[in-house]
């Protein structure tokens, strides 16, 4: 009786110990399981904004592309209304040129006929005298006919011209700038439109497109850079930009400008309030906007930030 007691103690303390061992685990593989939900659920979300950010990616490089197909198109439109303009006074020129030699040549010529017509008159009076048989007769017409005026055969007085069309003065120069982050602006209706903001171009850059939003006072035109997308990828991101404005009037630099800004809350611009002085545009048409980008970079704001280097550019702690 001593001895089955002892076993069954022995059997209840084995058994109490693997309860003990088994809840242990269990706790331990309860605890393991939600650490790896809990990273599970992290990584989805981060996931899910690297998701977010490729779709703003695909949106703004097929606006960006379908942007480039339109100004192509456009601008190869223009060249060939220029060139159809230059060609039709071109062929204008030619035939103002035609027209004053052939006139030319049309009045010499009736020139040449007249004094023609005189000769040929006098000769045939002359030969028709030389067969006169009637002295007095002949003696009449031949005192007249040698009262005639001598005839001259006048020297050629022709003024041609050689005005023919230059193609060298062809000038498609307006029509020749980059695509890629160029932005040209019609500085004139810029500064004459009642609108507060001009937001322009297509700046196509390591996936995003950016813009240039101008605003102008009564003394000097305001530049910022702005993210297309911005609004849309805000909540989840931080993009850090470094970049040069430069504006030009043809080749000549009017004003260069950079900053470094990093993208975040509310605000998808950052640039200059007083980025050049109206008074350097009075005689500025069109002019030219340089964006020079030397650093581009994005940060995912989360729990576990990472960063996102594009193309070997150095990132920027969030």
Known sequence: MDDYSEQTMMAHSLYGELLKGQSATITDTREHIQRVI??????????????????????DTVDSFADCRNTIKKNYAAIHNYLKQQEEEDLQELNHTLTHNLSEMERESNCVDRVLDRINQQLEEGQSLLQERDAFAFFAK??????LPPVNVPDMQLSFRDDFPDFNRLDIAPFQFPLHHVVQVDIQELLSSDRPCHVLGNIYHK?????IQLKHDDRYLSAYLCLKAWHTISSFIRVYVDFTFTLQDGPQVLHSGSAKNTFEGAHDGWGWNKFIPLSKLVDCQVATFLVS???VCVNFVEEHTTTHELDGDTAMEA
């Open 38 to 59: 809990t990273d599970l659920q992290a990584k989805r979300k981060a996931t899910g904004y690297k998701r977010l950010l490729l779709n703003a990616y695909k949106k």
């Open 207 to 211: 996936g995003f497109r950016f813009q």
């Open 142 to 147: 031949g005192t007249l006919y040698r009262q």
């Open 293 to 295: 980008f030397n650093d």
